[in-house]
Nanobody, 123 residues
Framework: QLVESGGGLVQAGGSLRLSCAASGRTESNIYIGWFRQNPGKDRDFVAAVTRSSGIAYYGDSVKGRFTISRDNTKNTVYLQMNSLKPEDTAVYYC??????????????????WGQGTQVNVSS
């Protein structure tokens, strides 16, 4: 099970930190990823981190602004979002991928999802 928190309303240029708390068979998770989605649009890859070694991967639109990290003692993954832009507005979801092998961008291989948290960035 995954539970997101930390969304909210922020002005452009501001920051938010999202959290994703995992429970259950967490040792089976290879990647924990963040995706985002707006109504009527595809769910897009934002970032992912390997549970074991903490290697991070980012989508092009967030590189240099967002940082993903994990704390295995708390079974929690964080997404620090800085220099937010109105186009970052979306529902943010965290998800677990148990396949590994460089599949961190493949939406279909994330089989466990959180409920989502809304992020609104005003201009």
């Amino acid at each position: 099970q995954l539970v997101e928190s930390g969304g909210g309303l922020v002005q452009a240029g501001g920051s938010l930190r999202l959290s994703c708390a995992a429970s259950g068979r967490t040792e089976s998770n290879i990647y924990i990823g963040w995706f985002r989605q707006n109504p009527g649009k595809d769910r897009d890859f934002v970032a992912a981190v390997t549970r074991s070694s903490g290697i991070a991967y980012y989508g092009d639109s967030v590189k240099g602004r967002f940082t993903i990290s994990r704390d295995n003692t708390k079974n929690t993954v964080y997404l620090q979002m800085n220099s937010l832009k109105p186009e970052d507005t979306a529902v943010y979801y965290c998800a677990a991928n148990r396949y590994g092998g460089g599949t961190y961008r493949q939406l279909s291989l994330y089989r466990v999802w959180g409920q989502g948290t809304q992020v609104n960035v005003s201009s």
